[in-house]
Nanobody
Framework: QVQLVESGGGLVQPGGSLRLSCAASGIIFSINAMGWYRQAPGKQRELVAAITQGGGTNYADTVKGRFTISRDGAKNTVYLQMNSLKPEDTAVYYC??????????????WGQGTQVTVSS
């Protein structure tokens, strides 16, 4: 089985920064794309940023220029550096990954979510 564990969320003032991490563990054969989503109260879950196995990236318009996604293949970990945070960035942030294990084909796995609150 595969687990994704997020860390790095918390309370930060507007204009501040946070760095989220998401580590995948288990009997992993390979990881395809990895991404970060967020869900604010009363809203649908939305894509924040994604990164392919080759390092190609994609960002939501609302975070371009402020957030940076990266990954460490050796550690099976994806990061989200968030700068110039705004109150509207407040949400639960979830990571996901397309993982192929040694006993199954690729499927999408999700982390449990980490709360990010931007408030003065």
């Amino acid at each position: 089985q595969v687990q994704l564990v997020e860390s790095g969320g918390g309370l930060v003032q507007p204009g501040g920064s946070l760095r989220l991490s998401c580590a995948a563990s288990g009997i992993i054969f390979s990881i395809n794309a990895m991404g970060w989503y967020r869900q604010a109260p009363g809203k649908q879950r939305e894509l924040v940023a994604a990164i392919t196995q080759g390092g190609g990236t994609n960002y939501a318009d609302t975070v371009k220029g402020r957030f940076t996604i990266s990954r460490d293949g050796a550690k099976n970990t994806v990061y989200l550096q968030m700068n110039s945070l705004k109150p509207e960035d407040t949400a639960v942030y979830y990571c996901n990954a397309g993982v192929r294990t040694v006993v199954s084909e690729a499927r999408i796995y999700w982390g449990q979510g980490t709360q990010v609150t931007v408030s003065s």
